[in-house]
């Protein structure tokens, strides 16, 4: 099974809206709904802050929202902030295992 | 929520390790634990997982047979058996738990594993 594919990196000004895609397979997104998104701080642990393709935790602000269609989930931010620069990671459940995307950087610019 | 994996450390092909990881802030023994990798410049990988009393577990295909997922609860502790290693399991290993079986929603900080002769 292969990694899921997220572009390298995007930037935005503050005040924009971004959308950061991830592309699996009809082996993982494309059958299931169980993509989750991570928010990445350098030597930080990865915040969950989408699950189930368009559940938020608790928490977690409505300026990230999820969707999917077909084999691609993407990821939402709208008013971008500063505080949003990071690292987005997308995880898709592929039937046994669970996929991850190689991770997209974002920068407000 | 805290997870605290240890145990890494260098070891020669074809030996054996084992990582710990120990929970706390939580119920650990209502979460299904899973272990995930990072190799040198790759990215993550899913490596196992194990529900509350591991009558559920599933292993990565890179993995199976090798490596075995445990728990004590206890203890609110995981384990990963590593044995059999090959210099391609090199990785940073870390344990996450998850509220929905395919679900993590925290991660420990990882434990360093060197395979090297």
């Known amino acids: 099974q292969s990694a899921l594919t997220q572009p390298a990196s995007l930037s935005g000004s503050p005040g924009q809206s971004i959308t950061i895609s991830c592309t699996g397979n009809l082996g993982d997104i494309g059958t299931y709904d169980y993509v989750s998104w991570y928010q990445c701080y350098p030597g930080k642990a990865p915040k969950l802050i989408i699950f189930e393709v368009t559940k938020r935790p608790s928490g977690v602000s409505d300026r990230f929202s999820g969707s999917k269609s077909g084999n691609t989930a993407s990821l939402t931010i709208s008013g971008l902030q500063a505080e949003d620069e990071a690292e987005y990671l997308c995880c898709s459940f592929a039937g046994v295992a669970l996929l991850f995307g190689g991770g997209t950087k974002l920068t407000v610019l | 929520v805290q997870m605290v994996e240890s145990g890494g450390d260098l070891v020669q092909p074809g030996g054996s390790l084992r990582l710990s990881c120990a929970g706390s802030?939580?119920?650990?023994?209502?979460?299904?634990m899973h272990w995930v990798r990072q190799g040198p410049g790759t990215g993550l990988v899913w490596v196992a997982r194990?529900?509350?009393?591991?009558?559920?577990?599933d292993y990565a295909d890179s993995v199976k047979g090798r490596f075995t997922i445990s728990r004590d609860n206890a203890k609110s502790t995981v384990y990963l058996q590593m044995n059999s290693l090959r210099v391609e399991d090199t990785a940073v290993y870390y344990c996450?738990?998850?509220?929905?079986?395919?679900?993590?929603?925290?991660w420990g900080q990882g434990a360093l594993v060197t395979v090297s002769s």
């Open positions: 996450a738990r998850a509220p929905y079986a395919v679900t993590i929603d925290h």
């Open positions: 802030g939580f119920d650990f023994r209502t979460y299904w």
């Open positions: 194990s529900n509350s009393d591991e009558s559920y577990v």
